[in-house]
């Protein structure tokens, strides 16, 4: 069965540390790989997104991922993380196919501290 | 404006009771979602559908039912709430296959 696996589940840095999430997927075919955030009390928003082309996508608020396929790896990553980074982050994968659908991973808590 | 929007936000019930959850968008997509969240457990797809006359399970359907009215319009009930359905409730909405979903404001539901 495909599955995304997120193997931070709480990660807690000082402003200005370096950010990096890992996700991983099981599945050899087509996938298209999205990050998302979810500010405490909100809804979920696209960070980021990778379809096809470059594999080190930029997104919004600084943050960037890279697929590396041969690892189908698609790690999140912040040079500088800020207080307001705290949240909770999702890797989801879509897998193309007979049961195509959107699949997320567990999530990983960033606490950010001053 | 937001271009998705669940009612209610949040909801208290008892176990046994039905009860709807409803999601409208403006933002004309033909896919819509049902998610449940639950701490440590990520999103998991309760139901989807891809336009008016096409509604497909997802991983976790049991417990629950889903009809979509119109385009715009996708609901969620619980026929007899349990107190394991307890969770955070989000419905999204997308244009492509594949692509982004674009999530509503999630309505959290506690059944007691």
């Known amino acids: 069965a495909q599955s995304v696996s997120q193997h931070n589940h709480h990660v807690i840095l000082s402003e200005a540390a370096s950010l990096e999430l890992g996700c991983n997927y099981s599945?050899?075919?087509?996938?298209?790989l999205f990050w998302y955030v979810q500010y405490p009390g909100q809804h979920l928003q696209l960070l980021l997104k990778?379809?096809?082309?470059?594999?080190l996508v930029k997104g919004i608020k600084g943050f960037e991922a890279e697929f590396i396929k041969s690892k189908f790896s698609f790690n999140l990553r912040k040079p500088s993380v800020q207080w307001s980074d705290t949240a909770e982050y999702f890797c989801?994968?879509?897998?193309?196919?007979?049961?195509?659908?959107?699949?997320f991973g567990t999530g990983t808590r960033l606490q950010v501290t001053l | 404006d937001a271009d998705v929007t669940q009612t209610p936000r949040n909801r208290i019930t008892k176990t046994g009771k039905r009860i709807m959850l409803e999601c409208s968008q403006t933002k004309g997509h033909d896919r819509m979602y049902w998610y449940r969240q639950d701490p440590g457990l990520g999103l998991r797809l309760i139901y989807y559908s891809f336009d008016v006359k096409d509604i497909n399970k997802g991983e976790i359907s049991d417990g629950y039912s889903v009809s979509r009215q119109a385009q715009a319009k996708f609901s969620l009930s619980l026929e007899s709430a349990i107190p394991n359905q307890t969770a955070l409730y989000f419905c999204?909405?997308?244009?492509?296959?594949?692509?982004?979903?674009?999530f509503g404001p999630g309505t959290r539901l506690t059944v007691t």
């Open positions: 999204a909405t997308s244009d492509l296959h594949g692509g982004e979903q674009y």
């Open positions: 990778y379809f096809s082309g470059d594999p």
């Open positions: 989801a994968v879509f897998f193309t196919g007979t049961a195509s659908k959107l699949t």
């Open positions: 599945y050899g075919g087509t996938v298209n």
